[in-house]
């Protein structure tokens, strides 16, 4: 089955940085990329998300790249702020069944001011 | 748009008891949703898909006599934790999907129970 590894599991940003999470999966034939952001006893936000006939797109100072023949995706955030401070998961779809997304096991994210 | 709604966002009980969690989608028609756990500082385990009319689908090593799903219309799905113990105080969040061939999930707040 599809399996999502993400990467780094913390990270530590001043406020004006750029921040970067990086996931890889395992079925090739996996066809839907979101990331969510997830914020202290909240549910998970979708923030952004990537079909896999787009390499790249692009919400405000989010942005998510997808790498097909490598099998990764990226989110790139710019300019964080405190506020974008939170545990965000990468997720891919099984390409069978109910098309279920397969979570990453999530990166803490803080911007200190 | 894409709102989806948990209650209760908290509950407490007793060993022993049942406790049930609605979840509603409330500006679209979920055609699928999904019920996840999530302890401390872990990812989300997803525990069951449902679809609109049908039997629930569960998740390897989720006991399916334990956690009654129904999903009795396009906007409501429910989760009922039988018999509940300590063991099951976790936060559980559903998602819901609309139209089939639709791929983004959206996420209630979550309910936090507790079982002494």
């Known amino acids: 089955g599809e399996n999502v590894e993400q990467h780094p599991s913390t990270l530590s940003v001043q406020e004006g940085d750029s921040a970067v999470i990086k996931c890889t999966y395992s079925?090739?034939?996996?066809?839907?990329f979101p990331w969510y952001k997830q914020e202290l006893g909240k549910g998970p936000q979708l923030i952004i998300d990537i079909r896999s006939n787009v390499g790249e797109k692009k919400d405000q100072r989010i942005a998510v790249t997808l790498n097909k023949t490598a099998k990764h995706f990226s989110l790139h955030i710019t300019e964080t702020q405190p506020e974008d401070s939170a545990v965000y998961f990468c997720?891919?779809?099984?390409?069978?069944?109910?098309?279920?997304?397969?979570f990453g096991t999530g990166t803490r994210l803080l911007v200190s001011p | 748009g894409a709102v989806v709604s948990q209650h209760p966002s908290r509950v407490i009980c007793k060993s022993g008891t049942s406790v049930k969690i609605e979840c509603r989608s409330l500006d679209f028609q979920a055609t699928t949703m999904f019920w996840y756990r999530q302890f401390p500082k872990q990812s989300l385990m997803l525990m069951a898909t449902?679809?609109?009319?049908?039997?629930?689908?569960?998740e390897q090593g989720v006991e399916k006599d334990k956690f009654l799903i129904n999903h009795a219309s396009l906007t409501l799905s429910t989760l009922t934790v039988t018999s509940a113990h300590p063991e099951d105080s976790s936060f559980y969040i559903c998602s819901a999907r609309g139209l089939a061939g639709i791929h983004e999930q959206y996420f209630g707040p979550g309910t936090r129970l507790t079982v002494t």
């Open positions: 079925d090739s034939a996996s066809n839907y």
């Open positions: 449902s679809n609109e009319g049908s039997k629930a689908t569960y």
């Open positions: 997720a891919a779809t099984l390409s069978t069944g109910f098309q279920k997304l397969v």
